[in-house]
């Protein structure tokens, strides 16, 4: 079917940028957000994103300096497109609905669908329907109720997550769950960071990170680790500028050298405007994908062999030193070489620079939370912040740096499926029920009880799940195969197209809109990824008048779904947001005195004790080493390993424009980033068209087709491929062991040219 928005542009290819941001990218940020927004409304919102009396920014989860810090400009490039893409004054109501069918729809492409404006009114699908039609919001909520009452068992309901939405919404809508019955409670962690809270929580006894933004400052090194800042997470590129002022050295880990990691140029500072920028990365180790757990073990063994060891916070604080030093010592070279691709020169400088380092900062991303071995890989990295002793202390510490801005608040609040049973007693004895506690069923386990038939009701806050799944066409399987499923957007995605028997869209407020409910102006909450807990108000007058809070619709479900069962007055929380953080307060440890504390201009710091006083609550009260076997990924003669990753010109999967000009990519997506001896070994050239398949146990043909071939310095036998177009390519049963996460970064491929098409 051809695209509403026509044949794409001639996709360009240029050579790579050599920094990140600098005057170009406020250009390209302003000019987004006035073709969005208009000159003024863009002026009035920018100025109040990240500020203390404004509202949090919708993207990333990095951290906000000290108010008297902050800058009038405090927001990146792409979180000026983010609050752009949510301020838009484009519409999408009841007529556009009446003019394209659900069908139609669906054959556009996921920019096009993003540019069509905000939702204004609830439209449901009925069985049968080809078109969404309006539908009032007291029907719609009657018909959830409606829906999950006749369910033969609670646990035929799922209530999934993104990450946007706030403490208040996500701890009602866990409370709407559990009431109903059910820890079916999937979100976007599982699918990102659960490898890092399942290793961290083992590990010392908090999956949270352990650094302020005050360490990054302070460390004496820094190291990125499967991680791309300039794109993902920008704001923070600011603070390694400063740490690199202080001394700081950094080295970056990853396959691609992302311009981000190299230089920056920070627009807020003349050096930036027009100077040479600030250089960041003194080493960059371009790895093979998956050849992390490699690398850390072999640097392990070196610091093991030069005694650079913290021995008296090893010998007070730790468990299983002995055990570990042991394994690193036996490290295999020839494996290393083999699964990392780096030399012993390049391994020995990056262990020399940690072991001269008396504060060392460790930050990753998804370049180590999506693989097989991802806890294994990121115990390796405590493995070794642990014998250098960097934990509790000034400069130094763990830091995964989360991708959406209330990902790590939302659970806190209890948006886990696998919640400790200390959260649930303290749920239950403060509402006066009974939670379950049986387990309930996570991303991937969510799309498999989808498939067979064991979750019929399928209800999203926020996010746009299909593009965020893995597997494409099983998770679209999945989801049409559902009798209900109820998306609460602010604006059309695929996941309002490839929908259940009955489909509901409920619009909601954005972040950057004012929330008026009967008990008068409310505001929310985020925790940043830092455990740094501030209030958010938006200022904007909202899209439509029949808009309604991601909070105030929550307690509208439950309220048409449970009336007064338990005795909750979902009305009451509805109407006046500070009763939640009331409740709140009483089940989550550390938000004592919320509502005082979290008017203080930037908030609060929730406790972490291994941070706050090298304590760790672990089962042994120690902070525990991990032994892990040493494995590569055995990758077959003409097959390729594929990371999926971000462009620079888009969020998660919200598609923002079709450039990435970091990586020399402009009007267009479908690319293959790929070595030039690999292009040439496999018989093909720099520009050709090819079709991606992927290679898995089940024998399913798993494709992403019409992508050319970008000749990039990439480490061989590797490629990359943006997502959600190579969503597709990852399948359902892959995952990592003990997260059950997704490996997009670690898919076998190979490339076949394009069949012809039949006469």
């Not at 990039?712 to 997260?739: F, I, M, Q, W």
Request: glycine fraction near 8%; proline fraction near 5%; charge should be negative.
């Amino acid at each position: 079917m051809r695209r509403a928005d026509g044949p794409e542009p001639e996709l360009r290819v240029s050579p790579p940028a050599r920094h990140a941001v600098g005057v170009k990218g406020v250009a390209v940020a302003m000019k987004h957000a006035v073709s969005e927004m208009g000159v003024s409304r863009t002026a009035r919102t920018l100025s109040r994103v990240n500020q203390a009396d404004g509202f949090d920014c919708m993207s990333c989860a990095w951290p906000d300096p000290d108010p008297e810090h902050r800058h009038s400009a405090e927001f990146c490039e792409n979180g000026a497109k983010a609050v752009a893409e949510e301020a838009t004054t484009a519409r999408v109501g009841r007529e556009f609905f009446a003019r394209h069918s659900i069908e139609w729809l669906d054959g556009q492409s996921e920019f096009w669908l993003g540019k069509q404006g905000r939702l204004t009114e609830p439209m449901v699908r009925l069985p049968g329907g080809t078109h969404y039609e309006p539908i009032s919001w007291h029907d719609a909520f009657a018909l959830v109720g409606k829906h999950l009452k006749e369910l033969k068992a609670p646990d035929e309901a799922a209530f999934y997550t993104s990450g946007r939405a706030s403490n208040e919404a996500a701890f009602v809508y866990q409370l709407f769950a559990r009431t109903y019955g059910t820890n079916n409670l999937p979100d976007c962690s599982n699918m990102c960071h659960e490898s890092s809270g399942v290793a961290l929580i083992d590990a010392i006894g908090i999956g949270k990170g352990s650094v302020s933004l005050l360490d990054i400052y302070e460390a004496k090194l820094i190291l990125l680790i499967g991680q791309n800042p300039g794109t993902n997470h920008p704001r923070m590129l600011s603070a390694l500028e400063i740490a690199k002022r202080r001394g700081a050295r950094i080295i970056s880990i990853n396959p691609l050298k992302e311009a981000g990691a190299t230089n920056f140029r920070n627009p807020q500072r003349a050096r930036g405007t027009v100077g040479r920028g600030t250089d960041l990365a003194d080493l960059h180790l371009p790895i093979r994908i998956n050849g992390d757990l490699a690398l850390f073990q072999a640097i392990g063994h070196l610091l093991v062999q030069w005694n650079a060891i913290d021995k008296p916070f090893v010998d007070e604080h730790t468990r299983g030193f002995d055990e570990w030093a042991a394994h690193v010592g036996e490290v295999d070279w020839e494996v290393v070489d083999q699964a990392t691709g780096l030399s012993r020169q390049q391994i020995e400088q990056a262990a020399h620079m940690i072991a001269d380092s008396e504060a060392t900062v460790w930050c990753w991303a998804m370049g180590l939370t999506q693989h097989h071995n991802s806890v294994e890989t990121i115990r390796e990295v405590v493995n070794l912040a642990l014998a250098r002793g960097d934990i509790g202390k000034p400069g130094a510490g763990l830091c995964p740096v989360r991708g959406h801005s209330n990902v790590q608040g939302d659970r806190t609040m209890g948006i886990w499926e696998k919640p400790p049973a200390a959260f649930l007693d303290a749920l239950g004895s403060e509402f006066g029920f009974a939670p379950p506690y049986e387990h309930g069923f996570d991303v991937v386990e969510t799309i498999e009880a989808m498939l067979e038939d064991r979750v019929r009701v399928f209800v999203a806050l926020g996010g746009n799940f299909v593009q965020a799944a893995p597997d494409t066409v099983l998770t679209s399987e999945a989801l049409r195969r559902t009798a209900l499923t109820v998306q609460v957007s602010t604006k059309l995605n695929r996941s309002h197209l490839v929908c259940g028997e009955t489909a509901l869209i409920l619009p909601t407020l954005g972040r950057t809109e004012i929330d008026e409910q009967a008990g008068g102006p409310q505001f929310v909450t985020v925790e940043d990824s830092m455990s740094v807990v501030h209030a958010s108000r938006g200022r904007l007058r909202p899209a439509s008048d029949s808009l309604r809070s991601e909070t105030a619709i929550v307690c509208d479900l439950a309220q048409a779904t449970l009336g007064e069962r338990a005795g909750i007055d979902w009305q009451a929380l509805h109407d006046d947001y500070s009763r939640i953080r009331g409740h709140i307060e009483r089940v989550v440890p550390g938000f004592e005195d919320f509502e005082e504390r979290v008017t203080h201009p930037g908030g609060f710091v929730l406790p972490h004790p291994p941070r706050d006083s090298r304590s760790f609550e672990t089962r042994s009260g120690y902070a525990e080493f991990a032994v892990s076997d040493l494995k590569t990924l055995d990758v077959p003669v003409g097959q390729l390993i594929l990371q999926t990753l971000r462009s620079h010109d888009q969020f998660n999967t919200t598609i923002y424009g079709l450039d990435d000009r970091y990586r020399g990519i402009r009007a267009g997506r479908r690319v293959v980033f790929l070595n030039r001896q690999d292009i040439a070994e496999l018989g093909f050239a720099a520009g050709d068209t090819v079709d991606l398949v992927a290679h898995w146990t089940d024998g399913r043909r798993r494709e992403a087709k019409g992508f050319r071939v970008v000749e990039y310095a990439t480490p061989r036998r590797t490629a990359a491929a943006y997502y959600p177009e190579t969503n597709p390519l990852v399948p359902l049963g892959s995952t990592a062991k003990g997260s059950n996460t997704p490996t997009s970064k670690s898919v076998l491929v190979s490339l076949e040219r394009p069949r012809r098409a039949a006469r």
